[in-house]
């Protein structure tokens, strides 16, 4: 008995001596605070597994509001640098949304996969049960940094909406390469296709502002990424896509999980695409990469400063049948977890649900689900299929309520010409279902040609016409362009987004149009029909603003439903403009555009 009461008292005395967290960041609203506490001493092979085999949450809390977080092993706490594999540090990130108090309360549990199955479990000792608090105050940033506008939230609308400025947002980004984190200086990356970037073209892009971003024992590793990152914030771009999972895809390099073999070995075998024993023998599916996955994490908080909507592409066409034979089962919600619990925190994102995506419909229902029930932050997913797969797909999660709340869409066509059409239907759609989803196209072109270099067409007049403005003019919230594989930077061999430069300075000008003038963007619908030419584009708020687009030189004749409109004429290509004299004083309103190719009335009150 003595024995016993010994026992329980020396394990009281182990708990009561477990370690406050260490709280990190600055503790400001929207961004990122860090809680890592000192748990059991483990391994990325340890048994019991630390991805599975324990479960950290933690609950903050403000009154009646609460998040309750995921958190994930997080070897010494400082693997981006030292590239550990072992410690007993555990981690949680959060992103505050309010300023003042807020208290949390640790849960800490451990079981076989009590990560990914419903249940308790038992106390894993250590920080299970800790409470605590800390003062978070308003955030001190500016301009483009997102820290100054708040998380990117859906709200019902055709339009994510920031939750501190309260501004709609309208996306401008790039969609190559995919393999964006086929890196050399990351972690345990392999080389298969002598693809590994170095993105030399953009060391001249560097800024010092990235330095606390760097990584590596000298922490001098990421310079030329980072650069590349801070060319797209200084051209106007907004956005960058990536996939996390390319094993047996067309790329073959990126992945956070831990292999079986070295890299030399699963280089050999993964030269060969669609080679099932890659996944089946090569690759441990329950075990994660933690150095790489921290060295992800500073590329993504760069983005966060530079503005950047991250586009987490969670598996491609190729592997979507991999984890699981296609359907959410432990693996996927493995993987699926350590994404959410790393990478949730960042403040403009969704989750794609795969490229080209060939799961079932039930399954893509089940892997948003998983992201809406496990997510703190309600990040939305989004789904992207084959062109010719939107009526199989996209239909069925226009009718019925599910977890799913945006479509990225991609066409098929060398002169972008299905973008208009297909982005309209959706938007509208989903707006007659009294379910508004977000509709951003995310491959506009072909596989072949779809945005090419600068040196194969400097003018980019159908990129410019029919996807840029063709999307916007549709209602679509935004555009990310991808590179076809006949040229060079294509989707997988691209190290240099400079290759496109001339292309980016014509997106920034509606991207300056469209945030510059305070567009009622949700109560804007596409009215074309307006409009007596076959192939021009109106967008606008009847009675208030019409957006007319005439797509080569011409004159604008529409139907007005009352006078007094002031008009603005844009050139889409150059950014001029000229203002009207005075107000229209006819319903009926016909006028010669100014310019030489395409053009842009702007009426309003």
Sequence with gaps: MKLRIYVVMIAAMLMSCTKAPEISGELKVWHKVTLTFTGPESSETASPNPFADYRLDVTFSQGEKSFKVPGYFAADGNAAITSASEGDKWRVHFSPDAPGNWEYQVSFKKGKDIAVVDGEGESAGFMDGEKGSFEVAESDKSGADLRAHGRLKYVGEHYLQFSQSGNYFVKFGVDAPENLLAYYELDNTPNVGERLKKWEDHAQDYHEDAKPYLWGADQQKGKNILGAINYLHTKGLNAFSFLTFNVDGDDRNVFPHLLKVDLAEYENFAKEKKNPKVW????????????????????????????????????ENENDQKMDGGSLGRERKLYYRELIARYSHHLALNWNLGEEDTNTLQEVRDFASYFADNDPYKNIAVVHTFPNDHDKYYQPLVDQKTDVLGFSVQTNKPDFSRVHEVTNKWVKASSASG????????EPGDAVHSLVPDTDNPDHDNARINALWGTLMAGGYGVEWYFGYKHAHSDLTCESWRSRELFWDQGKVAMDFFN???LPLIYMENMDEMTAAENDYVFGKTGEIYLVYLKEKGTVQIDLPDVGYRSLWLNPKTGDQINGEGETSIEELEMDSPFEQDALLYLYK
Excluded: C, P
């Design 280 to 315: 089946e023998n090569q690759v441990i599916h329950d075990r994660f990469d933690v150095s790489k996955m921290d060295q992800w994490e500073q590329i993504f908080s760069y983005g966060d400063m530079k503005g950047m909507f991250l586009h987490f592409k969670t598996q």
């Design 435 to 442: 379910r508004k989803l977000v509709v951003a196209v995310d």
């Design 516 to 518: 510059n003038n305070d």
